[in-house]
């Protein structure tokens, strides 16, 4: 019984950043109708600038993670206007083509920058953990699970309450109808992709420190969000946040009861048995045909 | 389609043209090669820098003191990525392209296993500085020559410890590799042995950051002492993990790849009470065979600047290349046959202690096994302590 | 006169080993053929029916595993009492084995997959590399898990008293990738301007208008599927027989891109498109590191390459080409 | 057989999330007549296209061709059956050549079998050579000859449909769905486009026609169903339909109705 709460606990604090990770990435589908291979490069880019920060110019550690998002945002808008504005309105497959391209080339910069050795993080949370009864948890997880439930609140919000975020659902519902309801269609791109790549770096910015920071890092939190954003319907938050946390109770109960080697594969078992059996995931808000 | 199939054989041909640049002109041999193949990338890339550091120390000393047969040495070295089949191609490149007449690598067993076929296909020896697993001296490959102890040494070497240290029931945590795999099984046989209970045997994938699952997993069994046998990276982490949910079991890791100093910088606390077992121990040089030598060698490297946690990791490196070193001068000549044959009776007063091979595996195609020392350190209040 | 200068170039082809003596040479162009193969079976998926397909390499993989394994004979305990064991067999055996269960596999996803469209199919095929990847990784009493499939005898084809061939050596195995390489090229040739070739086209082009002249979207979209997932099966196949070790990264996300890069790059829907992509893509890393680049920037180069690519050349460089030759010699191009 | 009944639709009813597009309608069409589909926009005229030819599921109801259920076929089966159609909006191979689009509209009708094809057997080369001969008759007859090596693509509109109706024809129909195929045509393109269909009927092919140009269906049509809201209001010759008062209320607007008597 103890054994099952710390795992329902470990699943719940990785859900936190499963779902960070998806809303990024189904935001960014949703309403650019782009599969965004670098989302895993914004989230090791976070990392990296976190390490960067704390490690090498000595920042203190909660505005570093601040300078971490920033940047985040400030490369996901430059990633756009360079590569993405130009191919707009050309198939999926065009522009995922691009985004595999920009992927390539910013990790093998990382790797080139920063080299193929881990790096870890040093961080201001007491070094002993949380103990709750029979079970536990470090500081510095329950730290990123409130950050991470922050950020997911604040983009809903933004999504549902905000003028950008009635813009973005609008284009979100019908590009068309949008434009002519004067709605800047490339400053709602751009916004998009850099709230999405803000998110991803947030993401890793909060995660490095726990773990270790390495250049190949984003690959697997990329495959993770693609697994939690078709869990949850290509488009929806709601979605993605219970997404997030389905897979992570998957990953952990799964590596405790059945595998600990499968642990990664869970995603993906579950992504190809929801494909088949509601191709459009399981809150899917509306899917166009094309 | 007539004009197609002829700008389509021009473009070919000029693809050919550039891979026939490519071979370029035969250097000539003014240098003695040596080629060394180490994960410099990858999961296993830290590691793999140290060793290759360790073995550009030795490179530097020996051609200071003259080199070898009038020339110097020249350490040519390849990434292998952390992957078996790039260590492959890095073992086709060094023997095939660059004509190198002996190796060194290729750090861990998976990689050190692939690459073997190679050498029995060119006939070319290679010095095995860091693997673990019993199959690589015991498959009948007489090219291999290996300094590292076998994980079955290491558990030998441990059993009067069971119960010294008072184990009654242990876990064993590895991972999914010739090195973990076989560190588990040997360790837990020679638990057995002892009389100790095994408890659960968790594996992770080398590359996994997150514990969590096992770990929470290994605290519900309930075992005194938890072994651990995986690279440095993952212990860190592994050793963090552990605190983050009360895991009170005592932690030993095996293998050698496990740096306490880099432990003491990245886990911190977490890694205090832990045990490791060590092929060398820089914090007491007094402690090992050839303190002279040791104590060389840690100079050396703190002259560079190195990290100093590389340093039981580096010290292979350099022990590798000067029983490279002692063959071909014993040889006589860089050739691969004379280099394998000299091998066989070189003996090195290395960091680790005194080296000379011993037969391993069928008869007739013998390989090359060194008896190392092992050591059990602990790390206490945020040093490394004598055990 | 297109006859013989098909032959002469294929002469040409078939006569490097016999002056290209830098054995590194060789097996460079050997590991490019083989990637050609693979490209041009993508192609077919990707090319001609138009389906972006980013699992391609779990084809490759299962051909070199499959392949591999039924020349190693292999003990599995299916359930714990159930034990499974296969002795080792011979090298053409397992090679066909390995190409036949390749194309079963593409047979499987093809039916599975076809379901979903677009960014979803994508993501299945994805998911589905991945999901071979890990089992090739954690079910180590079948695969050996990390620790790779060593020792993967070389074909050796004998008539018993006559002759025997072994493959060991590079101008051997160059030689039997080359030959694997043209016929996969004629198949796909005779494929795509046949009715299944059109069919396969008209998919691509415009879905609903092939449906109503009768083309049955699932049948075509499976066939291209289990061809192309065939011959990627039998690019796997080479490739284990030859490297003769086999691990779970054959399975990686990049092999797939290197792939669809080579497609692209050279030009989708056309038969030259992937040679000449794969030629570029292959020989390139090899031209870089000559040149003393280190891999990560070789890396950052096919990066920006490949988005320079879709920016500026987005149908290829052979379709391109084509249009420049017709610009300047009107003549010399309609047949 | 001409005559005969060739198309039967029997309580077809259509619905698309809570929104009937088609409410239960019945009528056949007869073997070698022209009948026209004509009413306002979302009267359910492609719906029942649709319907027909398998694009879409209906809710309820059944469709049979010469005595063979069509309902819960697949589109492609339903072609095969020799019920082929064209559509609303323009739809090609735009990629291809004029030849090829005609060449893939005759898939049904060519016989190679895949093993074949991979053998290289010599009557998979005949049949080719077959065909490209009967491509080159298909276009002459709807006029495209010059065009046939011409990317679909860049051809004019108003070749583009002539494009589409030789694409239908490839595929050898017995029932040719025609959808609003002159919408977008000047009227001299409208014209030759009447004597194209004049000949596709003397061919023996049956046209069921949805059309708007009222010009067009009047002089082409043996008779005509008006749909209005998914129901069918009225149905019969041209003359019939042309002062029904229903038709002239729902089809062609309130002016009409404005200045016609009451009924």
Known sequence: MDQLLQHALNALILGGTYALLGIGLTLIFGIMRVVNFTHGELYSFGAYMM??????????????????????????????????????????????????????????LEQFTWSGVAKSIDT????????????????????????????????????????????????????????????????????????????????????????????????LASLKAFAVVILGGLGSIPGATVGGFILAFMEELGAAYVSSGFRDGMGFLLIIAILLVRPTGLFAQKERIG | MKAMTVRFALAVAGAMLGTALLAGPASAQDTVKIGVTQPLTGAFAASGNYVTEGARLAEEEINKAGGVLGKKIELIVEDNKSNPTEAVATAEKLIVKDKVPVMMGAWSSTLTLAVMPKLEEYKVPMLVETSSSGKITTSGNPYVFRISPTSEMEAKAFTPLFQSLGIKKADFLATNNDFGLGASKEFSEAAQRAGVEIGVKETMDPKATDFSAQLAKIKASGADTLFVTTAVEQITLILKQAKDQQLTARIITTGGSNSPDQLIAQAGEAANGSFHLVFFTPWFPEAVKNPDIARKFVGLWNEKKYNVGGLTEGFRGWDGVHVIFEAIRAAGKAEAEAITKALW???????????????????????????????????DGGKVVRQ | MKRALTALWLLFLASIPLWLTDLYALHVLIMTGI?????????????????????????????????????????????????????????????????????????????????????????????????????????????????????????????????????????????????????????????????????????????????????????????????????????????????????????????????????ISGGKGTQAGPIVGGLIFGLLPDLLRAAAIKPEIQWVIYGVLMILIVHFLPEGIVPAARRWWQGRVPTAVIP | MSGGIALVVEGLTLRFGGL?????????????????????????????????????????????????????????????????????????????????????GRHLHSRQRTLAIVAGLSSVAREEAQLTREVGDILHFVGLTSRADTVAASLPYGELRLLEVAIALAAKPTLLLLDEPVSGMNPVETASFMKLLGAIRARGITVLLVEHDMKMVMGASDRIICLNQGRIIASGTPDHIQGHPEVVRAYLGSKYVMSSPPP
């Open chain 1, 51 to 108: 390490f960067f920060c704390v490690m090498a110019i000595d920042v203190n550690f909660f505005v570093a993670l601040a300078l971490a998002v920033l940047a985040g945002i400030a490369l996901g808008a430059i990633l756009e206007i360079a590569l993405l504005r130009r191919l707009k309105g050309t198939d999926i497959d065009t522009t995922m083509l691009v985004m595999i391209g920009a992927w390539i080339a910013l990790q093998n």
């Open chain 1, 124 to 219: 201001p949370f007491p070094s002993s953990p949380l103990v709750l009864g029979p079970v536990s948890v470090s500081w510095n997880r329950l730290f990123v699970f409130a950050v991470a439930a922050a950020l997911i609140a604040g983009s809903y919000a933004l999504i549902t309450l905000t003028k950008l975020g009635k813009a973005m659902r609008a284009t979100f519902q019908d590009r068309e109808t949008a434009l002519l309801m004067g709605v800047d269609i490339d400053f709602i791109h751009t916004a998009t992709f850099a709230l999405g790549s803000g998110l991803a770096a947030a993401a890793g910015a909060l995660l490095g420190p726990v773990f270790v920071v390495y250049p190949t890092m984003g690959d």
């Open chain 2, 345 to 379: 009776d070189v003996k090195v007063k290395g960091v680790n202690g005194d080296i000379a091979f011993i037969k391993q595996g069928p008869a007739g195609k013998e390989s090359a096994q060194n008896v190392p020392s092992v050591y059990l350190v602990k790390i």
């Open chain 3, 35 to 263: 990637f050609i193969i693979a490209a041009m079976s993508l192609n077919l998926l990707l090319g001609y029916t138009g389906q972006l397909s980013l699992g391609h390499v779990a084809f490759f993989g299962i051909g070199a595993y499959a392949s591999s394994l039924v020349s190693l004979g292999f003990e599995v305990h299916l359930l714990p009492n159930w034990l499974v064991s296969l002795e080792p067999k011979p090298v053409w055996f397992a090679m066909l084995c390995g190409v036949v269960l390749a194309g079963l596999s593409g047979w499987v996803i093809g039916r599975i997959s076809f379901k979903v469209r677009g960014a979803y199919f994508v993501i299945v095929t994805v998911s589905f590399a991945e999901v071979v990847r890990l089992i090739a990784l954690n079910w180590v009493e079948l695969t050996q898990g990390p620790m790779a499939l060593n020792n993967i005898p070389a074909l050796r084809l004998a008539i018993p008293g006559v002759v025997e061939l072994a493959f060991l050596r590079k101008p051997a195995n160059y030689w039997l990738t080359l030959i694997v390489a043209v016929l996969c090229y004629v198949l796909i040739r005779r494929l795509v301007h046949s009715r299944a070739g059109r069919a396969m086209v008209a998919l691509r082009e415009n879905e609903a208008l092939a449906t109503s002249v009768g083309i049955d979207v699932t049948h075509y979209l499976v066939l291209a599927t289990v061809v192309s997932a065939a011959m990627a099966g039998a690019a796997g196949v080479l490739y284990a027989h030859y490297v003769r070790i086999v691990d779970p990264d054959v399975f990686l996300f990049i092999y797939t891109v290197t792939m669809v890069i080579m497609v």
């Open chain 4, 20 to 104: 009937t597009a088609v409410d239960n309608i019945s009528f056949e069409v007869r073997e070698g007549e022209v009948l026209s589909l004509i009413g306002p926009n979302g009267a359910g005229k492609t719906s029942a296209f649709n319907a027909i030819t398998g694009y879409i599921e209906p809710a309820r109801g059944e469709i049979r061709y010469r005595g063979a259920r069509l309902t819960g076929l697949k589109a492609s089966a339903i072609a095969a059956r020799g019920v082929v159609r064209t559509f609303q909006k323009t739809s090609i191979f735009a990629g291809q050549t004029v030849h090829d689009n005609v060449a893939i």
